[in-house]
């Protein structure tokens, strides 16, 4: 269990702070749209010299934005507990922290996939996009993690097999 966590926080440390993301990820009415694709699109991350490590964790400093209901932030704050439940990734609130992830109420569910600096909004629309694992999903695209089909690789690890598909 030690190993998969420090496995996956050393994964997560290093796409969660490359120097620009790529890609910007929207999620509206349970459809993937694409919005934004740079062309840099497959840069190697690179970590950063303000990275909140001690020891073995990982801290991303997050603020909810205040027109949330009481029960809309304890949903959101579920799905943010939920990674150091498993994972060596720990959510805080944010004090005085340059980079953070700022979580508002936005037309859709979205996020760029990476860290921007400063300021990073995950939005998480009131009307459709508060369950714990919406929350997580979205989280993941802001600590670096893109969706499996837009990997540049994908196409080596995939077989389409044509006559099971029905026109």
Not at 29 to 48: A, D, I, S, T
Not at 117 to 135: A, E, M
């Amino acid at each position: 269990m030690f190993v998969t966590k420090v496995t996956f926080g050393l994964l997560a440390l290093l796409l969660v702070f490359s120097v620009r993301a790529e890609e910007m990820v929207r999620h509206t009415n349970l459809y993937q749209r694409h919005l934004y694709q740079r062309q840099q699109r497959h840069q190697y991350p690179k970590l950063m010299d303000d990275i909140a490590v001690n020891e073995r964790n990982i801290y991303v400093p997050y603020v909810i934005a205040n027109h949330y209901s009481s029960r809309e932030v304890e949903i959101i704050k579920r799905g943010l507990d939920s990674f150091s439940y498993s994972t060596c990734i720990h959510f805080f609130p944010r004090s005085n922290e340059r980079d953070y992830i700022s979580i508002e109420s936005r037309s859709g569910c979205y996020s760029y996939v990476g860290r921007q600096g400063y300021s990073q909004t995950v939005s998480l629309d009131r009307n459709g996009c508060l369950y714990p694992s919406t929350v997580q999903h979205e989280l993941l695209h802001a600590l670096g993690f893109n969706h499996e089909q837009t990997r540049s690789d994908r196409d080596n690890h995939i077989q389409v097999i044509w006559e099971n598909i029905i026109d």
